[in-house]
């Protein structure tokens, strides 16, 4: 098959998809629900094909067979992987070893991370040190005030007297502003990837407009 | 109202209404392009300061779903970089944006982009990880394995981000920044991670950063057409379309709140029963 009849077919079933999934908003659930289960066995094997191809065999296979000797961590890893693969049918403990490590791993990269890439600099840079202008200054009193108050919403479970009060319903009005805002953005992408799908119908598809 | 024409007619005629706009392509005098042009300004000059055939490295990790928003600016800075004699490296943490960046390279591949000047990097494993290796290998540690390639990141000049998915700016900065020392970001992300990312770009963490449609739409106005006038892609969504996507959504969200509404009915199904 040439390249354009492979971008014909492609622009074909990516319409007839888009047309489908639309369907699903209109209203139509059985072609919506047959495209679900297309995405989700797409979806399945492009996973087992990227584990395959471009972690397994490059990062642990190839140098395994290269250097069988000299790379004693890979042959752990493989055990990891294979424990892994098989561990509906190991003991709980042991089928827990690589995933404790993903886990630890990941969490030890992420929080110290947090701490050197964001909590230091982002307190470092919004620091008031004297001399900025009243906006500055301001905005950052501003910015303090809506973060204690947002916690105190957040951790206040009952609160008890009037300011305490005040304060904690103030703080959950700022939260629900604040998922409010990102529902909008939200809103906003969700609505220009309708808007595309809608262009490629129309542009490249049936060719109005172009 | 009856509740068919609730649950399938208001869909249908957004749906309609959309592809009218789309199909007709009034302008309405709409142009967002105009609405911040202040990062796109700070972007072009972080690329004017990039020495001749710079060494990109593009991160890229996007997801399907708001991909659509950074597309036509994302393949714009690319022609751009690539008119600047620039080597770009495309690496990707995520599945979703291993198979996007798949594509973008197929694309450019397609429409003629100089031989050579691509290299794919392929997708490297392990999250926060991957980016803490992939932050040696910049500062010039010989990685133990991988896609070739990947030591020969030593001397990179820029890195681009393009976010959307788990591990985008935020990542980059937390992770590669601190090990790579004098390496500069900038990202180009979907508005969803605006309340994210702004931060990074404020403190100097992002050299620049492209975040929303309106800022993508200005640095693409500001973007000669260069030796690349195919790669890029000039034309974002349809102003018109998405102001009057808005306008329904705000209306529809206005009749939800008020008794008696039919968005209300059909955002909130359970009632009727």
């Known amino acids: ?210 | 109202m009856s509740e068919r024409l609730a649950r399938f007619g208001l869909p249908l005629a957004v749906v309609g209404l959309l592809a009218l706009v789309v199909a007709v392509g009034p302008n309405l005098g709409l142009r967002i392009a105009g609405s911040d042009p202040a990062p796109a300004g700070r972007l072009i000059e972080v690329l004017d300061r990039l020495p001749a055939d710079p060494a990109v490295l593009v991160g890229f990790d996007p997801d399907l779903g708001t991909y659509p928003e950074l597309r036509p600016t994302v393949r714009t800075l690319v022609a751009d970089l690539l008119d600047r004699g620039a080597g770009l490296s495309f690496v990707s943490m995520t599945p979703e944006g291993r198979a996007l960046a798949v594509a973008e390279m197929a694309r450019l591949d397609r429409l003629g982009a100089p031989r050579g000047s691509v290299t794919d990097l392929g997708f490297i494993p392990g999250a926060e990880a991957a980016l803490v290796s992939l932050a040696g290998a910049i500062s010039g540690q010989r990685p133990a394995a991988g896609p070739p390639g990947l030591d020969e990141l030593d001397g990179t000049d820029l890195a681009v981000v393009v976010g959307g998915n788990d591990l985008g700016p935020r990542s980059w900065v937390e992770q590669v920044a601190p090990r790579a020392a004098g390496l500069q970001i900038v990202a180009v992300t979907p508005t969803v991670l605006l309340p994210e990312v702004e931060p990074y770009r404020a403190s100097g963490q992002l050299a620049a950063l492209l975040t929303t449609p309106g800022q993508g739409a200005a640095f693409r106005e500001r973007t000669p057409a260069g030796s690349f006038p195919a790669l890029a892609e000039r034309a974002g969504p349809s102003p018109a379309a998405i102001a009057a996507g808005l306008l329904v959504a705000a209306v529809w969200l206005a009749s939800a709140l008020l008794a008696g509404g039919p968005a209300r009915r059909l955002l909130r199904p359970t009632a009727r029963r």
């Open chain 1, 1 to 210: 098959m040439n390249g354009l009849a492979t971008d014909a077919s492609a622009t074909a079933i990516a319409a007839l998809a888009t047309v489908a999934v639309l369907g699903g908003l209109l209203g139509e659930r059985r072609v919506f629900g047959w495209t679900q289960h297309l995405f989700a066995g797409l979806l399945t094997g492009y996973l087992v094909l990227i584990a395959v191809r471009e972690v397994v065999v490059p990062w642990l296979v190839t140098p395994l067979i290269a250097d069988p000797a000299g790379r004693p961590e890979l042959w752990i890893g493989l055990a990891m992987v294979a424990i892994t693969a098989l561990s509906p049918w190991l003991p709980r403990a042991l089928a827990a070893v690589p995933v404790s490590i993903m886990v630890g791993s990941l969490a030890a990269f992420g929080l110290g991370g947090a701490l050197v890439g964001t909590l230091l600099p982002q307190a470092a840079a919004t620091v008031v040190a004297g001399g900025e202008p009243f906006g500055v200054t301001l905005a950052a009193v501003v910015s303090a005030a809506i973060t204690v108050l947002v916690l105190v919403g957040f951790l206040h479970g009952v609160p008890r007297g009037r300011a305490s009060l005040v304060a904690t319903s103030a703080g959950r009005w700022l939260m629900v502003a604040g998922i409010g805002g990102w529902l909008g953005y939200l809103l906003y992408a969700r609505l220009v990837l309708l808007i595309d799908r809608i262009a490629f119908l129309v542009g490249d598809v049936a060719g109005i407009g172009r």
